[in-house]
């Protein structure tokens, strides 16, 4: 009887961990940037940023949904300043 839960557990916990495809994983040749680190941070990260605007807008509207209160915020705005 125990090696049939444990073998239960394993399981649902192997199904659970597994993220299924939806259709075809598309294959793409990666982004190449040439960055120049005597440039300064706008100038250097602005190709990226410029590129990858559209999923960083989609991306943000997700952590926007989650229920952090705007204090947790500050206060790592805080932290990160001090």
């Known amino acids: 009887m125990q090696q049939v839960i444990i073998l239960t557990l394993l399981v ?3 199904s659970a961990t597994m993220v299924p495809h939806v259709g075809p994983i598309e294959s793409h040749i990666p982004l190449i940037y ?3 680190l005597n440039d300064p941070p706008e100038v250097r990260w602005a190709p ?3 590129d990858f605007a559209e999923p960083l807008a ?3 509207e997700f952590i926007d949904l989650l229920p952090i209160p705007k204090a947790f915020y500050d206060g790592v705005e805080w932290y990160a300043k001090n």
């Open 12 to 14: 649902i916990l192997g």
């Open 58 to 60: 989609r991306f943000m």
């Open 48 to 50: 990226i940023a410029r």
């Open 34 to 36: 040439k960055v120049s």
